[in-house]
């Protein structure tokens, strides 16, 4: 608006102090004159007027609309406070634009469209191009305002400890999300301010998958190279902690990329090793309901009128001087020596338990649905290329000889083995008669020429 008011900034403007009696509403004849030759030459700074009201008129409504109050669980995994990340301290400072400002801008902008209705002839040409203009204007805000609503877009503006306004914009589904995360074609200028787009670090729980039934001989490293080789956005691989024994194990893994986060849901498979196991998604346990204002459970920083303290040691945040944490842990709920969130505090099992029963109670009644992962079982197909039958052909036997050998088998075996031994035995008995034969013919052999030598000497 500023840039509006100041074109042509060198074109016989009033002073400062001609611009303070239009203000208190003594338009002098010499100021009208000159607003309305200004006018005729450059209608656009009418526009920029027109648009400036359009603006300030609705900010009022829309105050109500920025400040609603937050209803659900703040991420635990992300930076909450000076001593370890970014948070809100103070009375939840909300700047808004200062009033008199814009009190003061509206009535200059009242008094400039007066000027306008009294010299509507000096710029009648001007004029209806001009409102053209606002005619379409109207019209295409109108369209995006049914285009983008606050159910769909839902964003808050808030300040931090250190006086820097930022701008919180969030949706409320993952493609959008990895649209804004993923994308780099952020503008680096608003009215001519110049502002950083900060993304977030962390990776939703709407985006993490888990492997399901994993061998336990496997070892993590190994589990995580096989993850990652499938799926290459894969992060922060870690296995999942049961209070009772199993025999296989769970991973846990975030999927940055959109595609393959959608891609692995697809499939519902994954190889790991020489096992084909299934992907679902990530389904959180119930989130403990605490405030990042004093660091208590059971109530949200919206509805916390307590000053701000440190997540660590509790101490009171002052927007005026930079906090030191002593690093000293102290628990809000127990005043013990640990974090205020820490699992090992009494206070927290307790209402983790109550926290259950509430939950298990809510679902017997039907006023809570729980949503358990569904195991994917493949669908068996017959194929006859599987499982071919067997020709009546014996493709297995090997010839030699040009003699075809019969199919070895057990039993084939076992039965050559006998007949082996039993000829062995025949062939042993034949020649044991064998030799007993020649021995009983060398015996007559020998009588019978013992005979004759005893016939040559009688002669």
């Known amino acids: 608006m500023a840039q509006a ?53 609705s900010k009022s409504n829309q105050q109500q609309q920025f400040v609603q109050p937050v209803n659900s ?44 209705s009294q010299h509507p002839q000096q710029s009648s040409s001007a004029m209806s191009s001009n409102e053209r203009q606002h005619q379409e204007i109207n019209q295409a805000a109108t369209t995006n305002r049914k285009r983008i609503s606050f159910n769909q877009l839902k ?9 820097r306004e930022k701008l919180k ?26 502002i950083v787009v900060v ?6 729980d709407s985006f993490a998958l888990v492997v399901l039934y994993v061998p336990r001989e496997l070892d993590e490293d190994f589990v995580s190279n096989e993850i990652q080789r499938t799926i290459a956005s894969a992060d922060r691989i870690k296995r999942i902690h049961y209070s009772y024994q199993r025999s296989t194990d769970d991973y846990r893994f ?12 697809q499939l519902g498979r994954i190889a790991i090793g020489h096992s084909w196991l299934s992907i679902t998604k990530f389904y959180p346990g119930n989130r403990l309901t605490y405030c990042t204002r004093c660091w208590r459970i059971s109530h949200l920083r919206n509805t916390c009128n307590a000053e701000s303290k440190c997540r660590i040691c509790l101490e009171n945040l002052n927007s005026d001087i930079p906090h030191t944490c002593r690093n000293e842990p102290k628990c809000a709920q127990c005043d013990g020596k640990h974090h205020s969130l820490d699992s090992q505090c009494q206070v927290l099992k307790e209402y983790k338990d109550q926290l259950t029963e509430d939950v298990e109670v809510a679902i017997q009644k039907g006023l809570l649905q729980r949503f358990s992962p569904q195991e994917k079982s493949p669908l068996f197909e017959h194929r006859e290329q599987d499982f071919p039958p067997l020709t009546a052909s014996d493709n297995h036997s090997n010839k030699k000889w040009n003699t075809a050998l019969p199919r070895t088998t057990i039993e084939s075996n076992n039965l050559r083995a006998s007949y082996t031994d039993k000829t062995i035995e025949s062939i042993n008995d ?19 020429s013992s005979n004759m030598k005893t016939v040559i000497l009688d002669i």
């Open 73 to 116: 669980t703040p991420k635990r995994d992300r930076p909450l406070d000076e001593s370890g990340g970014l948070i809100n301290n103070g009375k939840e400072r909300r700047k808004y634009p200062r009033r008199g400002t814009d009190n003061n801008a509206q009535k200059h902008s009242h008094n400039v469209q007066q000027e306008i």
């Open 5 to 57: 008011i100041n074109i042509g900034s060198n074109i016989n403007h009033p002073s400062g102090n001609e611009y303070e009696i239009c203000e208190e509403g003594s338009v002098p004849n010499v100021q009208v004159e000159l607003i309305s030759k200004f006018l005729s030459k450059c209608p656009e700074a009418a526009l920029s007027v027109h648009k400036y009201l359009q603006k300030t008129y």
């Open 155 to 163: 964003h808050a503006i808030y300040i931090s400890w250190l006086v």
């Open 430 to 448: 034949n020649l044991a008669t064998l030799i007993d034969s020649n021995k009983r013919l060398e015996n007559k052999v020998d009588l019978v």
């Open 254 to 265: 975030d999927v940055k990329d959109y595609s393959e986060y959608n891609a692995a849901l």
């Open 199 to 204: 993304k977030p670090k962390y990776v939703p």
């Open 169 to 194: 914009l969030g949706v409320n589904n993952k493609e959008d999300y990895a649209t804004l995360v993923g994308t780099d074609n952020w503008p680096t200028k608003i009215n001519d301010i110049d």
